[in-house]
């Protein structure tokens, strides 16, 4: 029966097999516990080169350590010389990888398998609080996990997607987020706001299986930049206007007929409208009991307020969306709509309901993008879902130096990387080999 000491433990359960050894552990109040491994003879059996020859051991480097995890609660590190070995065909020297060692290479795979699960759900300082390391080396754990797993995503079923831009700080800087929206996953980002995010977007489509002629719908805003992209790049993709950015220039439109009329010199706006911004932006049914008091205020001059003219254009086009059953009703709707608008906005000569005549005008002219709704009930539902997780992924990466890291917590979190287990995090592991 062999002697079950503290060397041998640890060989079992950090299962090293007949390949390697611990040779002596020992514990330091100020270390914690440390493990001292080396190779054994049995190493070289398996041990094979790029050139796939046998390798001898040819020397040994300086002193390494990783990271493991913790031991009754105190810091745990790996100690060993890895040896290089020297191929028998080609000649050449070369580090062998050890079991224990993950992707970053100052780690072991368990460690950065329970590491990365955390920074899941905690941002990348609490983190880094917990496990007792720097946020520097945290984020270069977490870009060597993506660097590696993302270009081994598939995208050779996407056909329906979604592009929106999102804001990463002040002074108009922007990423744009591209989503497939039937595996409600994120495909890609990168910086800017223009046509060149969809040029990178479908040269990143091809490197994962999958093309640029097989988009048949594109979800976007009526951002002309997305709409050229999407026309250069995806020649058989329908532009569809998505409802929530329609629905938005409403309000947007609606806001400055209501800055206007405030400002304007009339006696009735300024008994009427100052304070009332936030029910103009809320639907009647989310109208709370200070909104309905404020309402039956308004309610007997609404009709002579330029801005519940703007108001009621708006519900008539959240209307036409709840109620139109296809496009063909819904363009008549929409025409509909228009027409009455603008007779509005003839009566005002334009003046305070000008920018809802700009309003108009948009929705003509993107009619067609804004029927093809109905034809494919696509909407960014997903993506605006998204800006509330990407509020999250930036609370997450708080403290973050650059669009990068928060790009790679993007992919961590939302385009559906494989979960992190210690196998996978081995330097060599290779999927077609994991069944």
Partial sequence: MVMMTPERLFHELLGLGNEWEVVRCWFDEGEGVVLEVRERPGLW????????????????????????????????????????????????????????????????????????????????????????????????????????????????????????????????????????MIGKRVLFACEGKDAATWDAFASELGQHNGHPKAITQASVDMSAAYVKGVRENCANATVVFDKFHVVALANKALGAVRKREAAADSALARALLPGSQWLWRKNPENWNDADWQRYETIQPQLAYLHTGQAYDIRLSLQHLYATAKDAPEALRGLKRLIARGRKLVEAARGGILAPLGTLLDTLEKLSPGIAAHWTHRLTNAFLEGLNSVWSAVKRRARGYRNTANLITMLYFTHARLPAPTPNRLHPHYDPALSH
Avoid at 64 to 92: A, D
């Fill in 45 to 180: 059996e398996k041990v094979r080169s790029e050139a796939g020859a046998r390798a001898g051991c040819h020397d040994h480097v300086e002193m390494m350590e990783w990271r493991h995890l913790n031991v009754f609660e105190h810091r745990c590190t790996i100690r060993c010389r890895l040896p290089r070995g020297k191929c028998s065909k080609t000649g050449s020297v070369f580090r062998v990888t050890p079991p224990w060692e993950g992707l970053s290479k100052h780690f072991t795979c368990a460690f950065e398998a329970m590491a990365l699960l955390l920074m899941r759900d905690m941002a990348m300082s609490r983190v880094a609080e917990a496990v007792g390391e720097t946020d520097t080396r945290l984020w270069r754990m977490l870009h060597a996990y993506v660097r590696r797993e993302y270009p081994r995503l598939d995208f050779s079923n996407v056909t329906c997607v979604g592009c929106d831009e999102m804001s990463v700080r002040r002074g108009h800087r922007y990423v744009t987020v591209f989503c497939d």
